[in-house]
T-cell receptor, first 113, second 112 residues
Framework: DQQVKQNSPSLSVQEGRISILNCDYT??????FLWYKKYPAEGPTFLIS?????DKNEDGRFTVFLNKSAKHLSLHIVPSQPGDSAVYFC????????????FGTGTQLKVEL | DVKVTQSSRYLVKRTGEKVFLECVQD?????MFWYRQDPGLGLRLIYF???????EKGDIPEGYSVSREKKERFSLILESASTNQTSMYLC???????????FGPGTRLTVT
């Protein structure tokens, strides 16, 4: 069963606008959440993370919001740039999991000029 | 900077062949992971290792085995490759930062 879900396989946004990528999870044991970005023919690279004790974490143009009661997190990119076009994966970890992550299925973001 | 390297970027093998994918990290990380990435399925964990000679099955270990003889090196073995193992294979390692995994560039394996 898919414990981490990204229900939008793709998203198209205009340059300069906000991109909002969403992620839902089912396992309440998850205590840490990460976003990774992946370009074609490259490995994923870490983007931003959030602990379950917080509800927001910001790093430059990227902000992650966590709503524990809804088991939902989102990544906001403002302003979006063409170089942000990539696949974004949401991932979650839980205590005692040996640093294992459970990944979502990914959302392809396309930022258009 | 952490560097995770994988032995091949692209590989083409025939059905039934034994395939070795190698991963090396240069940051003395304890934990190493092998994933496969398929369209619409995201990254799925095949095996992971938390120490030399230690390994644990991930979510999809069938048809795969692993070897970790040295801390820096984690190998994925396809004992008898099949066409449904055509995929992008990604290796990762973690250090002291919780959960944050560093990925290699991936190996695109095609089994014909």
């Amino acid at each position: 069963d898919q414990q981490v879900k990204q229900n939008s396989p793709s998203l198209s946004v205009q340059e300069g606008r906000i991109s909002i990528l969403n992620c839902d999870y089912t396992n309440s044991m998850f205590d840490y959440f990460l976003w990774y970005k992946k370009y074609p023919a490259e490995g994923p690279t870490f983007l931003i993370s959030i602990s379950s004790i917080k509800d927001k974490n910001e790093d430059g143009r990227f902000t992650v919001f966590l709503n524990k009661s809804a088991k939902h997190l989102s990544l906001h990119i403002v302003p979006s740039q063409p170089g942000d076009s990539a696949v974004y994966f949401c991932a979650a970890g839980r205590p005692g999991g040996g640093n294992k992550l459970t990944f979502g299925t990914g959302t392809q973001l396309k930022v258009e000029l | 900077d952490v560097k995770v390297t994988q032995s091949s970027r692209y590989l083409v093998k025939r059905t039934g062949e034994k395939v070795f994918l190698e991963c090396v990290q240069d940051m003395d990380h304890e934990n190493m992971f092998w994933y496969r990435q398929d369209p619409g399925l995201g990254l799925r964990l095949i095996y992971f290792s938390y120490d030399v000679k230690m390994k644990e099955k991930g979510d999809i270990p069938e048809g795969y085995s692993v070897s970790r003889e040295k801390k820096e090196r984690f190998s994925l073995i396809l004992e008898s490759a099949s066409t449904n193992q055509t995929s992008m294979y990604l290796c990762a390692s973690t250090g002291t930062a919780p959960y944050e995994q560093y990925f290699g560039p991936g190996t695109r394996l095609t089994v014909t």
